[in-house]
């Protein structure tokens, strides 16, 4: 039986010669993967439709187990901005990736799927795609197993600030409770208040955060920790992401020492 249903491309790989594996996120039955035959030849009908990062319409056969087929397909959103620049690809790559590991295959979940839908259509926007990433780092946790709340004290739930993290008690700390970890991260005040903000801010609100490039450097250094002591994910994406940003900040310092001997 053929069902209609929208998704968001998350990957493609190669199978045998000419066909290709394609895995989708869908709105009514979550991630699936679709058997395509053919799609690596030359001028599929489905080519457009089947790129990475992309939202469509479907129709196809879906079944419960195994590998789904699908027959026909309309375009909703390309995200041109975001299949044109490699930085705004590798950062929306990376949060379909880490989305993809955050649940199980055939399992619904409609509260995700427009979270990451209205993520990319940030990512192709003017918002800081590292903004929206972080963002989505801290939402994705509790899909992860970890109720961390960055808005209140994990001792004595405070709201009042400054906090710190600490990865002992897993949790922030406020000023009065620093002592109860002496390694505490000494994380700036500002990146711990900008990331309480984007734990209860929705995406809709993000566009109205604003971040300097010093603090979005110490929430990566939050997050990077945070999902390396607690989550333990390797994703390939996350490390092609940073080293492209080894080599950007390398390009502009480079840039920057030009301007000044100039």
Do not use: W
């Amino acid at each position: 039986m053929n069902e209609r249903f929208e998704g968001i491309v998350l990957f493609q790989r190669k199978h045998r010669e000419h066909d290709a594996l394609v895995k989708i996120f869908t709105e009514d039955y979550g991630t699936k993967m679709f058997f395509v035959r053919g799609l690596q030849k030359p001028n599929h009908r489905l080519t457009s439709q089947l790129i990475p990062l992309t939202v469509n319409h479907y129709v196809g056969n879906i079944n419960e187990e195994g590998l789904s087929f699908l027959k026909e397909a309309n375009t909703i959103e390309i995200h041109r901005k975001i299949q044109t620049d490699y930085m705004k690809q590798a950062y929306s790559s990376y949060v379909t990736q880490l989305v993809d590991a955050a649940i199980n295959d055939n399992t619904p979940d409609q509260a995700l799927y427009e979270m990451l839908k209205k993520a990319l259509e940030l990512m192709n926007s003017d918002v800081s795609y590292e903004a929206i990433t972080i963002s989505m780092e801290i939402k994705l946790l509790r899909y992860f197993g970890f109720d961390i709340h960055f808005d209140r004290c994990r001792i004595c739930g405070t709201t009042v600030q400054p906090f710190d993290f600490s990865m002992k008690l897993q949790g922030v700390l406020c000023q009065k409770h620093f002592h109860e970890d002496p390694f505490r991260m000494h994380i700036a005040p500002k990146a711990m208040f900008i990331a309480s903000r984007l734990d209860l801010a929705s995406l809709h609100q993000i566009n109205s955060i604003q971040v300097s490039q010093a603090t979005i450097q110490e929430l990566r250094r939050l997050m990077d920790e945070i999902y390396k002591e607690f989550v333990g994910i390797n994703l390939k994406s996350k490390s092609y992401l940073n080293n492209l940003d080894t080599l950007s900040a390398s390009m502009q310092d480079v840039i920057r020492k030009r301007h000044k001997s100039d």
